[in-house]
């Protein structure tokens, strides 16, 4: 005979499991910043690009949770073929990747996507007149394509780029294609994995127009239901998505359970809602009550929730042990304090900018306001990349405010007199950004140097950093495994392409960069970036300040998430929705 409280338990548990199944399976992630564009090729910042590379996929990706940088197909079958001569890459798209269904297709049916796809993403990529912030990336590489991106530039040039040819794409038939190489080049490949090499449908573009980026379409992990800049980003799965949930990790991921789902297919989830919270403390607030899954920490809250471990590592401080989990990683970036070298007063006085240079006090920043997560910079790369200072023996200028004094009287203004007010731009207004500040004008005004903040939104700061539109500004940069992505922020054919917002040109640097650009790392490629290294100490268009380590929080109940620089780890990620529902 049943007992009848045991089924009555067991209806009970049978009801709460389909509830949960009903439930949507959905993660909140915040947005710390407004994004510039989800249209891959206007954009090229971290906050556009961590959105765009949910909805749009590029021929090439890292791989998620590769214990070293690996690069591994998205939309191809297998890695790309190469000729003999080294000349020739060989390309087979991946069959059965279809784009979003969408109304600008036939009955509102995604298609499968094509070679032609790529070929006209990789027109709009080379176009001039949209992409002024990511052709540096391919610059040179591709037979033609300096030519294409020329005729793009021209007075006249045709509005449809079909008319003209890219010598070096060669259409074999609808999954198949080859690129030529100008020269035998080991880059080259990261180049097709960028965010801002996304394929896009020309269907959409003619539909959509000018607005396609408010109304995305590609063949990525999410299709995206709700725009509000400054609201709620709302991504839903795409159920016939092809990517697949790893089946390999770094050591000792399979025993924190990052491989339990190996081989499925991916979302897991079903919504990612994605809200601006640009200033930390409501993040953290959000963050406590569960209504966020995950907190990257400010200074407050690292304080009261996180400890270091004597080996350097990181634990939940006591309180908070049972309901989050700390997590960080060297974000493969650097952080600058950049002239306008176009600007009448600092780009023309180098003795001013060394000077400058030495009222920097990186080491006190990152002690005093960043509790130690950060690592002084000796060099423009990451200390993550090979070719970094330790490997080219770069030195960099320490804060040092009687060398600073020294200087500024041979520049023409002793003691800071006659010195105008300089102006710092940033691209956020957040009260960690207004006490770095504070911090900076305090060790300039030891010298008698006055500064001034100009604060303002990402996607503003943008539009003016690329426009000359500054004096001085705080930014970063999130490179790729090489040096060379790094140095190449200030090669002069870079000016107005996307990445050298300084301006700075200078002969010697360029020549020092092309020698390094194609040799193996090594003793002869790390002489060449020492000399760079020591061209930027002496010029100074930038001030290179620190490394970050990202260190934050995050709920038990979210899975699979392991943050690193080149993956996107928000389409793998799981959720525990019933540990979610019976949060406190």
Excluded at 405 to 431: E, H, M, N, T, W
Excluded at 529 to 536: A, Q, V, W
Aim: hydrophobic share 40%.
């Amino acid at each position: 005979m049943r007992h009848p409280l045991k089924s009555v338990l067991c209806a009970l548990a049978l009801a709460s499991t389909a509830v949960e199944a009903a439930v949507p399976k959905t993660v909140t992630i915040a947005r710390p910043a407004q994004f510039d564009s989800l249209d891959p090729v206007r954009q090229n910042d971290a906050v556009s690009a961590q959105l765009v590379q949910l909805l749009f996929d590029s021929l090439l990706q890292y791989r998620y949770l590769s214990a070293t940088p690996q690069l591994e197909p998205d939309l191809l079958e297998r890695m790309p073929e190469l000729s003999a001569d080294k000349l020739t890459y060989t390309f087979t798209l991946r069959k059965g990747v279809r784009f979003h269904d969408d109304p600008c297709f036939p009955g509102g049916q995604g298609r499968e996507l094509t070679s032609d796809d790529v070929l006209f993403s990789m027109k709009r990529f080379g176009d001039a007149r949209l992409n002024t912030k990511s052709w540096f990336a391919i610059d040179g590489a591709v037979v033609g394509y300096d030519a294409f991106h020329a005729a793009t530039a021209a007075p006249g040039a045709p509005a449809d780029t079909g008319k003209l040819d890219i010598a070096g794409f060669h259409k074999i038939d609808a999954t198949h294609f080859t690129l030529r190489l100008t020269h035998p080049n080991p880059l080259f490949l990261t180049a097709l994995s960028y965010a801002s090499a996304g394929v896009v449908p020309p269907e959409a573009l003619r539909m959509y127009g000018d607005q396609f980026a408010n109304h995305p379409v590609g063949t990525g992990p999410y299709i995206l239901k709700e725009v509000d800049r400054k609201g709620v980003l709302r991504f839903e799965k795409y159920a016939r998505y092809h990517g697949r949930y790893p089946s390999a990790g770094a050591p000792g991921d399979a025993e924190k359970g990052l491989l339990k789902d190996a081989g499925r297919q991916v979302p897991l989830i079903d919504v990612l809602l994605m809200p601006l919270i640009e200033e930390a403390q409501p993040m953290a607030l959000q963050f406590q009550r569960g209504q966020i899954d995950v907190q990257r920490l400010d200074q407050a809250s690292f304080n009261k929730m996180v400890a270091r471990n004597p080996d350097g590592t990181f634990r939940v401080a006591d309180a908070y042990a049972a309901r989050f989990d700390v997590f960080s990683y060297p974000e493969q970036a650097m952080f600058y304090y950049g002239f306008n070298m176009r600007d009448a007063l600092v780009g023309r006085n180098k003795l001013l900018r060394q000077a400058f240079a030495r009222l920097v006090d990186t080491r006190g920043e990152v002690d005093t306001l960043l509790n130690g997560r950060g690592v002084k910079l000796q060099s423009i790369v990451s200390v993550t990349v090979p070719g970094n200072e330790h490997d080219t023996g770069a030195r960099f200028p320490d804060y040092d405010l009687a060398a600073a004094r020294k200087l500024l009287a041979q520049a023409g203004y002793p003691d800071g007199r006659g010195l105008p007010v300089i102006s710092v731009s940033y691209p956020a207004a957040r009260l960690e950004d207004r006490n770095a500040f504070d911090y900076l004008k305090a060790r300039f005004a030891a010298a008698g140097v006055q500064l001034a903040p100009v604060f303002m939104d990402n996607a503003n700061f943008i539009k003016r950093a690329a426009g000359g539109d500054f004096q001085m500004m705080f930014y970063g940069w999130s490179g790729d495994p090489d040096a060379a992505d790094f140095y190449q922020q200030l090669l002069s054919r870079n000016v107005g392409a996307g990445s050298n917002l300084t301006a700075f040109a200078n002969a010697a640097f360029d020549r020092e960069y092309d020698a390094a650009l194609l040799l193996p790392n090594g003793p002869g490629r790390y002489a060449h970036f020492r000399k760079m290294n020591d061209i930027l100490a002496d010029e100074m268009p930038m001030i290179f300040t620190y490394d970050p380590v990202y260190v934050g929080l995050k709920q038990k109940w979210l899975l699979n998430y392991k943050p690193s620089s080149l993956s996107s780890e928000l389409i793998y990620v799981d959720v525990d929705m019933g540990s979610k529902a019976r949060r406190p």
